[in-house]
């Protein structure tokens, strides 16, 4: 069976016909590589359309009683992260920055207060909101107090104390600091009653539910992006294959027509 010589192939690619499906075929496959790129940027969207619903779900959410959903010293249910509940205690004196937290691109602290808790005497860690680096937020508020606020998981051990500040929000270096028992979760502030004093007058800038673990892309738009991908590959694929097939019989007729067992084309007269 004749192949054919990259010769050949040369000879095909450069004749106007194959140009001509080439560049049809490349056009094709911009067309199907902006498609992609375009379903991919849908995938980025519509993931951060679906962490905005679950933020404004979770803010509009009735708030149900902390005794409901955690007791003090339990494992804390990966489910609660976001949950709305609602407390009531009385803060303590014993304030400490959780340094290294930026917001809204600014760097900054958590202000992080013990409360304790009416009913079990257990400590809550709450999270007051945020304030800049070496702002000296107010203290909070006297006497017993009704807060509404949003679940977080207690974070991981850091390097500890340093006086008033700490780098993490860890239950298991809290106890040492705050007589127990303590929760192994910690509340987010969203209103309190009586209120804090607002972040015009000292106060911390409350901070919005927490955000959860990100998804990533929308897994149905990848997909489409793919597809795209490959039909654009596919295209230019078939124009070598074209390209191929069209040297091979250009091979095939410079040779001749077939040929008998004996070596005499098919059709010659003797």
Same mark, same amino acid.
């Given at each position: ?35 992609g790129a ?68 600014? +760097? ?5 207060? /013990?409360?304790r808790v %009416? !009913?079990?005497? @257990? $400590? =809550?860690?709450?999270? &007051? ?60 502030? +969203? ?5 804090? /004093?607002?972040?015009? %007058? !000292?106060?911390? @800038? $409350? =901070?919005?539910?927490? &955000? ?59």
């Amino acid at each position: 069976m004749p192949t054919q010589t990259r010769a050949d192939v040369w000879r095909v690619a450069r004749s106007p016909r194959m140009l001509g499906l080439l560049a049809v075929l490349l056009a094709a496959a911009v067309v199907c590589g902006l498609l992609g790129a375009w379903q991919l940027d849908r995938a980025r969207t519509r993931s951060a359309a679906a962490q905005e619903q679950r933020q404004a779900q979770m803010a509009a959410a009735e708030a149900v009683p902390l005794a409901d959903v955690l007791a003090p010293q339990t494992a804390f249910d990966g489910d609660l992260v976001g949950r709305k509940v609602s407390v009531t205690g009385t803060f303590e004196a014993d304030q400490l920055l959780v340094s290294g937290r930026a917001h809204d691109d600014v +760097a900054g602290a958590l202000v992080l207060t /013990p409360l304790r808790v %009416a !009913g079990t005497g @257990a $400590v =809550l860690p709450v999270v &007051r909101g945020w304030v800049p680096s070496g702002a000296a937020p107010e203290a909070a508020p006297a006497g017993q107090v009704s807060l509404v606020g949003y679940l977080q998981a207690g974070e991981s051990a850091g390097a500890g104390l340093a006086g008033t500040t700490t780098d993490a929000i860890s239950p298991a270096e809290l106890l040492h600091v705050w007589a127990g028992p303590i929760y192994t979760g910690y509340l987010v502030l +969203a209103t309190s009653d009586p209120p804090q /004093p607002a972040e015009a %007058a !000292g106060g911390p @800038a $409350v =901070l919005g539910p927490p &955000r959860l673990a990100d998804t990533g892309p929308n897994l149905q738009n990848v997909l489409y992006a793919l597809e795209w991908f490959v039909f654009g590959g596919f295209a230019v694929f078939l124009w070598w294959r074209t390209v191929l097939d069209e040297a091979r019989g250009t091979r095939r007729g410079a040779r001749g027509g077939p040929h008998d067992d004996t070596g005499t084309a098919v059709g010659d007269v003797t």
